[in-house]
C-alpha cells in the first residue's frame, strides 16, 4: 500500500472544501426522522445548504434543483420509498448525484428489499454504509443489530468496497476504525475520526449528507467522497481531542463547531489519505 504525501492529498482536497464553503450547494436529504436536526445542522456548519422534503408532490421538483440528492432508509415506510424513487429519477434525468444511506440493510428483509429496489430503480452515484450494510446489498451476509454492524466481522473492508462498486456500479465508500471508499478500479483508505462518532445517533447519517455536499462540487465522485470522508474524520478528531474526558453531549456541539471552522489545513495530523494497489485480478495489494 502506497501512502500519499499529505501535500499532494491535502492542497486538492482543500480546493474542494473551499469550493463547498463558497458555493453552499443545496442538498436535498430524504433521511431519517431520527436524525434530521442533526443533519441540517451539520450541512449548515459544514456550509452547504440543506433541505428535507418528502412529499411524493415535490420530491422530483426539489431534487431537480438540488446539487445532491440524499436518500436515506433509517426510518422508512414503503410509501417513503416510493417518494425517494421519484425524486430520484428525477435526479438522474436532470444530472444530480444521487446518494444512498442503507441504513440497516440487513437487519430485516424489507430494509434489505427496499434498498436493492432503490438501486435498482435509481442512478445511485455513490453508497456509504458500514461494513455489513455493504454487504448485505450484494448478497455477503453479514451479522446487523439493529441498525449496527456487528464490529467482529469488519475485515478484509478495502477488498469489500471494492467488489461492492464493482457489482453495483457506483461509489462505495465503507465506514469504521478506518473509511475506505472505492469505484471499482481505484481504492483509497481515509483515516481520521474519532470513537466518539459511534456514540452519537446520526453520525454516519450526516457523513452521508457531508458526502452529499461534496459531491455537489465535484463530479469525481471518488474524489468528492474521499475530500468528504477526510474533513469530517478531521473535525470529529479535533473535536475529541478537544473533549477528551468528557462525554457525547459534548463532543456533539464540538464536532459541529469543527465542521463549521473547517479551512484548507485542517487535515494536517488528523487525517490522512491513502491509495491502495489493485492487482490485475481486481483484489488489493497492501
Known sequence: MMAMSGNTWDS???????????????????????????????????GASPVMAYSPDEVADMAQIAGALVLNIGTLSREQVDAMIIAGQSANTHGVPVLLDPVGAGATPFRTDSALRILREVKVSLVRGNAAEVANLIGEVRVIKGVDADDSASGGNLELALRAAQRLNTVVAITGEEDVISDGVSARIIRGGHVMLTKVTGAGCLLTSV?????????????????GLAFYGAAAARAAEQTAGLGPGSFQIVFLDELAKLHSGSLEGYASVCEADILAEGSVSR
Open 12 to 46: 486538492g482536497l482543500a480546493e474542494l472544501l473551499t469550493k463547498v464553503q463558497q458555493q453552499k450547494p443545496l442538498v436535498h436529504n430524504m433521511t431519517n426522522v431520527v436524525v434530521t436536526n442533526f443533519t441540517a445542522n451539520g450541512l449548515y456548519a459544514l
Open 211 to 227: 458526502l452529499g455536499a461534496f459531491a455537489a462540487v465535484e463530479p469525481d465522485l471518488l474524489l468528492a467522497g474521499t475530500a
